[in-house]
């Protein structure tokens, strides 16, 4: 995986196969990671966690850097997101949309995996760059499941473009925590359904309707519910 130049391990890796969008992003997130990192020619290598003084893991210290952005700014979205009863992968899902860290294609731009600007266009519209605020929010087909759902739900207000703020809003006056709790699971449903969406249309074509992508949302958030029920 690399050579030794003037006492500097030089890496050079090579792949069987081309990797895919989420390999690139993993990729270079573990390029990051080690580009900092200095070897020293002959000693063995071992194992350490970082967020450890004395490089030994602990749950408590993973537990504390999965919660870090939510200590740090006291934000409580992320207290709400994390202590949501949703399951993890869609906890996982919301808090990376909220940070802007989900692989759109502009953070795939900015990051330098995809290289020209009109191949950050959004895939559904290709009217402008791909964004968590675009595609989740501002998309015309996303707009339309949103207003169809709030229609749905006898709800009317201003909605904010940008996902932090969206999601946030799901906290109305009059509405006890347990209906807000549900509100966000649904927000969190059509959200998820409107990023599948996007990733069917990119790897196999064709994109839905805002009726069924809100139909399969609302039935992901119904499956939810029993699940919590059975708990
Ligand atoms: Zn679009």
């Not at 966690?49 to 504390?64: D, I, L, M, P």
């Not at 990051?111 to 989740?136: D, F, K, W």
Request: one cysteine or more; hydrophobic letters at 40%.
């Amino acid at each position: 995986m690399g050579e030794w130049v003037n006492q500097k391990k030089a890496w050079c890796f090579k792949w069987r196969r081309a990797l895919s969008f989420r390999e690139q992003v993993i990729w270079e997130e573990m390029c990051r990671a080690i580009e900092h990192v200095s070897l020293v020619e002959g000693n063995e290598d071992s194992w350490k966690w970082k967020t450890e003084t004395g490089g030994c893991y602990s749950v408590k210290s993973a537990y504390k850097l999965l919660q870090g952005p939510s200590l740090g700014n006291a934000d409580p979205i992320f207290h709400l997101i994390w202590n949501s009863k949703e399951p993890s992968n869609i906890c996982a899902f919301i808090w990376k949309t909220v940070l802007h860290r989900l692989p759109t294609l502009d953070n795939l731009l900015h990051r330098g995996i995809i290289t020209s600007v009109h191949e950050a266009c959004c895939p559904l519209c290709s009217q402008c760059l791909e964004s968590a605020n675009h595609l989740l929010l501002e998309c015309s087909i996303s707009a339309t499941t949103w207003s169809k759902l709030y229609r749905w739900l006898g709800i009317f207000t201003e909605l904010p473009n940008n996902c932090r703020a969206h999601v946030s809003q799901h906290n109305f006056s009059g509405f006890s925590a347990n209906q807000n709790g549900v509100l966000r699971m649904v927000w969190y449903a059509v959200a998820w359904a409107l990023w599948i969406n996007r990733n069917q249309t990119i790897f196999r074509g064709g994109n839905l309707t805002a009726e069924a992508i809100l139909e399969g949302a609302l039935l992901g958030a119904w499956h939810w519910m029993l699940a919590r029920e059975e708990e």
